[in-house]
């Protein structure tokens, strides 16, 4: 017997109307997509215009400095020495995010040193808009740089692979991490600060270090990159849009950033 | 305008705030309560940085935290231990915080200047603020707080540090914004709050006390404060709340039910109030 047949009273069941209302704003909860697509593009360029490059990098300009100077003392050298054993490719994946991946961990460490987090957050400008537009900014010189590192150990390995390839190779690694990333934050915050880059780095260091690995990353045709790429910048474009409009909307603090 | 309605605020087991339902229109709340009472964190949930466990804040009528950026353009927030970039100067952190603030250009460096001569750093503008002094900095903050001339000012102990003329001067400023806008302070320093606060919200045992004007709290322990020279017998049903000089060498205030043997009444001021109010729990404690 069943609870109809022990209470048989008339429930009235949701209308149609009232169901969508609830779907929707379960859906709400879940994607904080409260504005339109359009209107998160906008406003960043908007603020972009607003608030210019010296307010956006106000305080943190030493940590760009830092991860600059990481990359050309260390990184750099390291995989023109693998380009001198014609590995090269092998690190394409560990090196080219790893500009965006350091300047961002060390502008997000000096916020919370500083303590000033707690300011920005009830500032106007959603901390998050800030944020998006730094990895924005960070991306396109990540970008521009990537393109000249390829050139460099293109010429170094003698041209052994092709410089296409290698430019795929960088690509699909700097908008995968940077998806997954952004991806990490917007779901867990804080907590993905430091997990997502780690992974990273294991994982990339695996094809450096384990011969049969990087002989299979070099058979991978170049257009396997370039899709990777596509779709990488693809979802991180999405999570960017959802990452901004859950800042707007004034519920990032859920999340912790 | 601002209601808090039924909040409550848990830190995993603890409870740090209990069922708060408060009103908030125009004027100076002074929010007087011992350490870990949980003003700030009440003060934190108004600024949405933290969420309320239960219950909702509305500001007229809208909860605060879907109002997003509209809430926080009408907020100024003054953390309780704020950081800033140390070298950088107050003008430059004033003119980076106003960018974020979306004030216009044109104006920012006007109402930068005001700000500063008002908190009385004008001579300190083009210092680096890792070599202002803590006061200075406090009056830097109370100076970025106030950038977006917020219709509600929230400030998390901004006395801390000051000196006596400069609380004063502090107490001057905030008499003289409080006309339109919703002022919240918090203190332990009741005389800083005294004259400028027309309601005082006191909090105890997680929840709230009272929220009443200055007069009404002293009120209750009116015929009740009495002052009693330093060597009287003092009874298991009378409480010292304060030592202090009189004209004739220590004497003691006490609160106690009936007048005591050489008590001479006095009139209760907000410092018995609070002393008397928490004296119990002190005593538990
Ligand atoms: N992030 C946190 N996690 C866990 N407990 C917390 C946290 N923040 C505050 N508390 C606890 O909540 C209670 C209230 O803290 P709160 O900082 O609001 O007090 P307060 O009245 O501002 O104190 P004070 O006068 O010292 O500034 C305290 O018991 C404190 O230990
Ligand atoms: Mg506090």
């Not at chain 1, 090269?88 to 500009?99: D, K, N, R, V």
């Not at chain 1, 990895?135 to 010429?155: E, K, N, P, Q, R």
């Not at chain 2, 950088?88 to 979306?102: D, N, V």
């Amino acid at each position: 017997m069943n609870d109809r047949e022990i209470f048989p009273v008339e429930v009235p069941l949701l209308t149609e109307d009232e169901k969508k209302r609830a779907v929707a704003m379960i859906l709400d909860t879940a994607m904080p997509a409260i504005l339109p697509k359009s209107a998160i593009w906008r406003e960043l360029c908007r603020t972009a215009g607003m608030v210019g490059l010296r307010t956006l990098f106000f305080g943190v300009g030493d940590c760009f400095f830092l991860a600059a100077l990481v990359m050309c003392v260390c990184l750099f050298p390291a995989a023109a020495v693998m380009a001198g054993m014609a590995r090269a490719a092998s690190c394409l994946f560990l090196i080219s995010p790893a500009f965006y991946a350091l300047s961002h961990l060390l502008t997000l460490w000096k916020e919370y040193q500083t303590r000033t987090l707690e300011w920005k957050w009830t500032w106007r400008i959603s901390f998050r808009t800030i944020l998006a537009l730094r990895m924005l900014v960070l991306g396109a010189v990540s970008v521009a740089g990537s393109i000249l590192v390829c050139a460099v150990l293109w010429s170094l390995e003698r041209q052994a692979v092709s410089f296409v390839w290698m430019l795929s190779v960088a690509f699909s690694a700097l908008f995968l991490y940077g998806s997954l990333s952004l991806l990490g934050q917007r779901l867990w915050g804080m907590r993905a600060v430091l997990p997502v880059p780690l992974a990273w780095v294991m994982v990339s260091l695996v094809p450096v270090f384990w011969e049969p690995a990087a002989v299979w990353l070099m058979q991978i045709p170049a257009y396997v990159f370039l899709a990777a790429a596509a779709a990488g910048a693809g979802f991180y474009l999405i999570q960017m849009y959802y990452f901004v409009a859950a800042g707007i909307s004034g519920l990032d603090r859920r999340l912790g950033i | 305008m601002l209601s808090v309605e039924r909040v409550t605020k848990c830190y995993g087991n603890l409870t740090a705030l209990e069922d708060i339902s408060l009103d908030l229109a125009q004027g100076v709340y002074g929010l007087l309560a011992p350490n870990g009472a949980g003003k700030s964190t009440l003060m934190k949930m108004l600024a949405t940085l933290l969420f309320p466990t239960k219950g909702r804040i509305l500001w007229d009528g809208e909860e605060i935290v879907a109002m997003g950026e509209r809430y926080r353009g009408l907020l100024g927030y003054l953390p309780q231990d704020f950081g800033y970039y140390p070298n950088s100067t107050p003008r430059q952190f004033m003119r980076y915080a106003a960018a974020l603030q979306k004030i216009p250009r044109a104006e920012t460096d006007r109402r930068i200047s005001r700000l500063l001569e008002l908190v009385g750093l004008s001579d300190a503008a083009d210092r680096k603020l890792k070599r202002l002094s803590g006061g200075m900095l406090q009056r830097v903050g109370i100076a970025v707080a106030m950038l977006n001339d917020p219709r509600l000012l929230i400030l998390d102990e901004p006395t801390a540090g000051l000196d006596p003329g400069e609380r004063v001067r502090f107490r001057n400023m905030i008499h003289s914004l409080a006309e339109d806008r919703i002022v919240i302070l918090s203190t332990h320093i009741v005389s800083d709050i005294e004259t400028i606060a027309g309601r005082i919200i006191m909090l105890r045992d997680h929840r709230l006390l009272c929220c009443d004007t200055p007069a009404q709290i002293c009120g209750r322990f009116r015929g009740k404060i009495f002052q009693l020279p330093a060597d009287a017998q003092i009874m298991p049903h009378q409480h010292v709340l304060s030592e202090g000089q009189g004209e004739n060498g220590t004497v003691l205030r006490v609160l106690s039910e009936m007048p005591p043997e050489d008590g001479v009444a006095v009139a209760p001021s907000l410092e018995d109030a609070f002393l008397a109010i928490y004296a119990s729990k002190r005593e538990g404690a």
